[in-house]
């Protein structure tokens, strides 16, 4: 007989971790099956969230781990590969290491992948000097000199967003191409515009210095804005026969999500909701986890409409 909790929680990151604590506080059986790959892993610190404004990111969620437990939630440490719609309606969640547990509900809080651009020695600068999100970063980089590489359509409107922090930016055109009217707002703001290909990034003593040219040339940062592709970790979701939807910015695909009531986090499927980046690429921790919590309490309400029809009739057949 498997294990049967009333709500599986797919995902052990702020999302999932506020979803299973409001659960586990309303007296439901929870249990998270967390990868331990979180998004922000790469990230030694975290702000915009009240309260914990520079903490790392691995601490919270040790403390969020903690708190879930003292209400009698469980966490644990596995890859769901599959999820089975059984006959009557619940669902059989099952891991990578050959487990398998039912659950009433599911909430997926599986988060993102960060697709990078190819450019050599990028990957491993992500979070540290290789950055996007002015409001997670932009104070630690203030009146610095940054460039932000333009591989799509998000690329303008970032060095004007990160031009409100520091009034070094320097847009590097590489594979994008800029229209005049593009090129006129960013002259506008005093944004230089640096024609080429980048093929590399310059480090000097651990720390980005610059960015190398395909002519040779190299320019000056101290950080380098990229526009990832948001690519939704949506396998529980597929493989239960739901699609993912693309986004898209001026006709061009930057990424997946699934697609979910934005109130209660429901999705298509009955008895299946999402909360986080899966859903909703562009949160930071602390609105993952407030729709965690959102989320958490319309799942709740959806078990106790159930069992208030079971208990009627119940109470009608007596």
């Not at 960015?211 to 040779?216: F, I, Q, R, S």
């Not at 493989?239 to 990424?255: A, K, Q, W, Y």
Request: net charge negative; proline share 4%; with cysteine.
């Amino acid at each position: 007989m498997e294990e049967r909790f009333d709500v599986v929680v797919v995902g052990g990151g702020a999302a999932g971790l506020a979803g299973a604590l409001t659960l586990a506080r309303a007296r439901r059986s929870v249990l998270v099956i967390d990868s331990g790959s979180p998004r922000n892993a790469p990230a030694a610190h975290m702000h915009g969230y009240l309260g914990h404004d520079g903490a790392s990111p691995a601490e919270l969620l040790a403390k969020g781990r903690a708190e879930v437990a003292g209400y009698g939630g469980e966490v644990r440490s596995g890859v769901v590969v599959a999820v089975d719609r059984l006959p009557d309606g619940e669902f059989l969640v099952r891991c990578a290491d050959g487990g398998a547990v039912r659950a009433r509900r599911l909430l997926v809080a599986t988060g993102l992948v960060d697709e990078l651009p190819a450019v050599p020695g990028l990957a491993a600068r992500w979070g540290r000097d290789v950055l996007h999100c002015p409001y997670c970063h932009g104070w630690e980089v203030r009146d610095q000199p940054l460039a932000v590489l333009a591989t799509g359509p998000l690329a303008v409107h970032q060095a004007q967003l990160w031009r409100q922090w520091t009034g070094q930016v320097t847009l590097l055109s590489h594979t994008w191409h800029l229209t005049a009217e593009e090129r006129e707002l960013l002259a506008a703001r005093g944004v230089r515009v640096v024609e080429g290909e980048v093929t590399g990034l310059a480090i000097a003593e651990d720390r980005l210095v610059g960015v190398t040219l395909a002519d040779g040339g190299t320019v000056e940062c101290r950080a380098l804005v990229v526009a990832p592709r948001f690519a939704a970790r949506a396998g529980v979701l597929t493989g239960l026969g739901m699609p993912v939807t693309s986004l898209e910015r001026d006709g061009h695909v930057i990424g997946t999500c699934a697609d979910a009531d934005p109130a209660t986090g429901a999705t298509a499927l009955p008895g299946v909701w999402v909360a986080g980046n899966v859903g909703s690429p562009v949160q930071q921790v602390a609105g993952a986890a407030a729709q965690g919590v959102q989320v958490a309490a319309a799942v709740n309400a959806d078990l106790v409409e159930e069992e208030t029809r079971l208990a009627l009739r119940e109470y009608r057949t007596a």
